[in-house]
C-alpha cells in the first residue's frame, strides 16, 4: 500500500487544522492506521492510532485536543488537530500496520507515507 499524507501548513497557536492521508492498493480497511510526528532534532514519536473497526489511542500529549478517523470507502485517514501548540510543530507521518491495531510502536508499522510539515506559531 502506497500512502499519501497532506493537509499541513502553518497555523497560529490555540488553532486548527486536518490532517488527511490517502492510501492506494486494495483492502484499506484491513489496516490499522497510525499518525506519527517528528520534530526537529528529535525522534519520530506516536500521536494518534486507529484500529480496523474504529478504536482509537493517543498519545498522552495530544489527547483531548487531536481526533483520528478513517473513511474505508475513500481509503482515507484524518487527524484533526484543534488547540495547537508550538510544541505540535513537527513533520505529521501516517502508517499502516497490517495488525488489527498498531497502536504506539514503530516497528508494528509496515507502511509508511511521506510526511506533512505542521508548523504552530506562538
Known amino acids: 500500500v502506497q500512502l499519501q499524507a497532506y493537509g499541513g501548513g502553518l497555523v497560529q497557536a490555540g488553532g486548527s487544522l486536518r490532517l488527511s492521508c490517502a492510501a492506494s492498493g486494495r483492502s484499506f480497511n484491513a489496516y490499522a492506521m497510525g499518525w506519527f510526528r517528528q520534530a526537529p532534532g528529535k525522534e519520530r514519536e506516536f500521536a494518534a492510532a486507529?484500529?480496523?473497526?474504529?478504536?482509537?489511542y493517543f498519545a498522552d500529549s495530544v489527547k483531548g485536543r487531536f481526533t483520528i478517523s478513517r473513511d474505508n470507502a475513500k481509503n482515507t485517514v484524518y487527524l484533526q488537530m484543534n488547540s495547537l501548540k508550538p510544541e505540535d510543530t513537527a513533520v505529521y507521518y501516517c502508517?499502516?500496520?497490517?495488525?488489527?491495531?498498531?497502536?504506539?510502536?514503530?516497528?508494528?508499522?509496515?507502511?509508511w507515507g511521506q510526511g506533512t510539515l505542521v508548523t504552530v506559531s506562538s
Open positions: 486507529i484500529s480496523w473497526t474504529g478504536t482509537t
Open positions: 502508517a499502516a500496520s497490517r495488525t488489527y491495531y498498531g497502536g504506539s510502536d514503530l516497528g508494528r508499522y509496515d507502511y
